[in-house]
């Protein structure tokens, strides 16, 4: 029998800066990839774009209000139970504070800072290219 194809889920995320740090969230340990580290945001729904999905996704996990940028970087990455698209934006608080809605702990960390984290797999190309490697 021929593997059957996996469905790719389109993710989005955001890249939060202020000035020098940005934005980090821990995931619960509930869900899968429990208690690792991501960028803030979430699966794109049917018939929303990608930028609506992460102002919506960062309104229910952080209580903020985005606005988003460019795309940073776009990661293809197969995990056991799916595989996920992630595109990464570049994007500002317009308003709000982050809030724990969803979250573990929120913190804001520097490029120097990422190797005492540990993030979601799917993030760890992504975390190459912020350190310059």
Avoid: S
């Avoid at 940005?22 to 899968?32: D, S, V, W």
Wanted: contains cysteine; charged residues 25%.
């Amino acid at each position: 029998m021929p593997k059957q194809e996996r469905e790719i889920i389109d993710v989005v995320a955001a890249l939060i800066w202020d000035q020098d740090r940005f934005l980090i969230c821990q995931r619960p340990p509930h869900k899968a990839r429990g208690m690792l580290w991501e960028f803030v945001g979430g699966k794109v729904d049917p018939g929303e774009t990608k930028e609506e999905a992460l102002i919506r996704e960062c309104q229910e996990e952080l209580g903020i209000t985005l606005v988003v940028g460019d795309v940073f970087m776009e990661v293809l990455h197969a995990y056991p139970d799916l595989t996920v698209r992630l595109t990464l934006f570049n994007a500002t608080i317009a308003a709000g504070t982050p809030q724990l809605k969803e979250h573990v702990d929120i913190r804001w960390i520097t490029v120097a800072e990422i190797p005492q984290y540990e993030f979601c797999p799917a993030d760890e190309e992504i975390l190459q290219k912020l350190q310059g490697q």
